[in-house]
């Protein structure tokens, strides 16, 4: 069962949890890529890297989850893109208290919530990023 199989409000653990591994898998490709790109000085370094960013990465997918599943449920109003608003900009918070800077927080608060919100319509609306042209 994947994330968009459950329905919004329900299940918030199992939601929680699908969010968790997608942003753990992130975080582990992007700190391959880095540390590729920017090559640590010991083996030590790499494994803090590593461990750094996808424990962060899982805690903005938890966080995510979380707080839409919540959004859902104390709004009741399960299928509202605003919900996911309120879940992006909760993971940007996050971000911004993780960096020690209200400008990191503010900006990463808005730039997810807005892009959680709009992936929410495309969801709802069908919209396709990419696929083969209709004719």
Not at 3 to 26: E, M
Not at 35 to 64: E, H, K
């Amino acid at each position: 069962m994947g994330y968009w199989d459950i329905p919004d409000g329900t299940d918030c653990v199992q939601k929680t949890w699908i969010t968790t591994k997608v942003a753990t898998a992130l975080g582990l490709v992007g700190t391959a890529y880095h540390i590729v790109a920017f090559q640590p000085d010991s083996a030590l370094a790499a494994l803090q890297r590593v461990t750094n960013t996808t424990v962060t990465m899982a805690t903005v997918g938890a966080i995510f989850g979380m707080t839409t599943c919540l959004a859902a449920q104390a709004r009741d109003a399960p299928d509202e893109p605003l919900n996911y608003f309120i879940g992006g900009c909760a993971s940007g918070i996050f971000l911004g208290a993780r960096t020690h800077s209200a400008i990191t927080g503010t900006s990463a608060c808005l730039g997810l919530g807005t892009l959680a919100f709009f992936t929410k319509i495309g969801k709802m609306e069908g919209w396709k990023i990419a696929g083969p042209p209709e004719l």
